[in-house]
């Protein structure tokens, strides 16, 4: 095998021209979500796979204009499973765009476009790591997946999350690797990440006419706005951290330290965080509000549950009379041990191929990793990213760093069927 593996990684630099034209294709369609229809980047998908041997492939949806995409090579265990969403976030304001988010253009070492980073290269990169291992099927002791879904951007209700809740089997295996941006090129993963917990406040008042307030009538908003001013109790839970997980978070608060050159962002990563990010209320300025809502973002870290966090934002709200909280997203912190097989395996390999230290991180902000390691499977994510444009403006990637991510994840898939 380890011939073949070599040939394998020799023809990803042979064939340099064809992944960076996978990549620039891909980017090329459009699958913004939302809206979220993805029917002609995954029909794209699917005929690229089959004209490249990859025929075991079935479309699963709960959605019509958001379809998934699963494909198999090889048989029997281990199983390793490959990942990655096709939608990408809107491009926002076209004006602040230096080149055509669209385009696709290669120039200067760089691929051009929305999706660059976020993660049409990584998509690229496991479409033609599975294309290229079906050439030694017969050979391989396992089985490679490549799940590919419609729907990551906007929480995973139509990709991931319903995978793993009506086929929650494709989602278990031995070995996860999701292309997500990562930083691949500097030899960063990440094997951990925060919660999620989204929250409506929901506020009732009484109306009366804008000129006998305070005195007659009950201010919604104003109910919100002493919420509001109580959300540093939130701010200030920190961490219980698992003795496993101590090294690695530190290692994460001092990179993201040296990349906002900000000492004090490391908070993010051990305490929760929250942002509020809608509010609404009233009807017109000369009426007491009767009613207000606003929604927060919040990221509960390692050592820390939801539960937790819900607890200390029913204890805020006790006091104000009529009003009450939804929980709209919720997600547990989650995190892959360091030695794991798939993460060691893939240490291996960034070694061997790239001669580069895998550096281990966790994530502030949460991805479709946490419903993989729902299912039970040790998941890593690894991909090719300039994090300075993803989910902005003018996104980019190196083309070297798409080239270098795909020939490791060949050599992970070989040694880790083949161990």
Known sequence: ??????????RCELE?????????DLIKIHSENPPGDTRGIMSF????LRKNGVNNLKILSADSIKPNIIAEVGKGNPL??????????????????EFDPFGGEVKNGLLFGRGASDMKSGVAGIMYAIALVKQIEDKLNGTVRLIIVSDEETGGKYGSHWLLEEHKDLLAGDGCIIAEPSSSGDGEATIGQKGNLWVKFIARGKSAHGSLAPYVGDNAILKLIRVVQKADRIRSMK??????????????????????????????????????????GGDAPNIVPPTAE???????????????VISVMQEIIKDEVSMNI???ERGEPNYTSISSRVVQ??????????????????????????????AGTPTVQFGPSLLEGIHSFNEKVKIDDIIAATKVYLGTIIDFLNA
């Open 16 to 24: 340099k021209e064809k992944i960076i034209k996978l990549a620039s």
């Open 345 to 374: 395996t893939l240490k291996k390999n960034l070694k061997e191929i790239e001669n580069k230290n895998l550096d281990l991180t966790y994530q502030w902000a949460s991805s479709d990793a946490k419903f993989f390691r729902k």
């Open 45 to 48: 998908i699917e005929s690229w």
């Open 80 to 97: 390793i499973i490959l990942n990655g969403h096709a939608d990408v976030v809107q491009t926002g304001d076209r004006s602040r765009w």
């Open 239 to 280: 961490s219980n951290i698992p003795d496993d997980a101590k090294v690695v978070m530190e290692i994460s608060k001092e990179h993201i330290s040296k990349s906002y050159n900000n000492p004090e962002i490391a908070n993010v990563l051990d305490h929760v965080t929250v942002n509020i990010g809608m509010i609404k």
């Open 294 to 308: 606003m929604i927060w973002d919040m990221r509960v870290p390692i050592g820390i549950s939801t539960d937790e």
């Open 1 to 10: 095998m380890e011939d073949d593996k070599l040939n394998l990684i020799n």
């Open 326 to 328: 939804e929980i709209i």
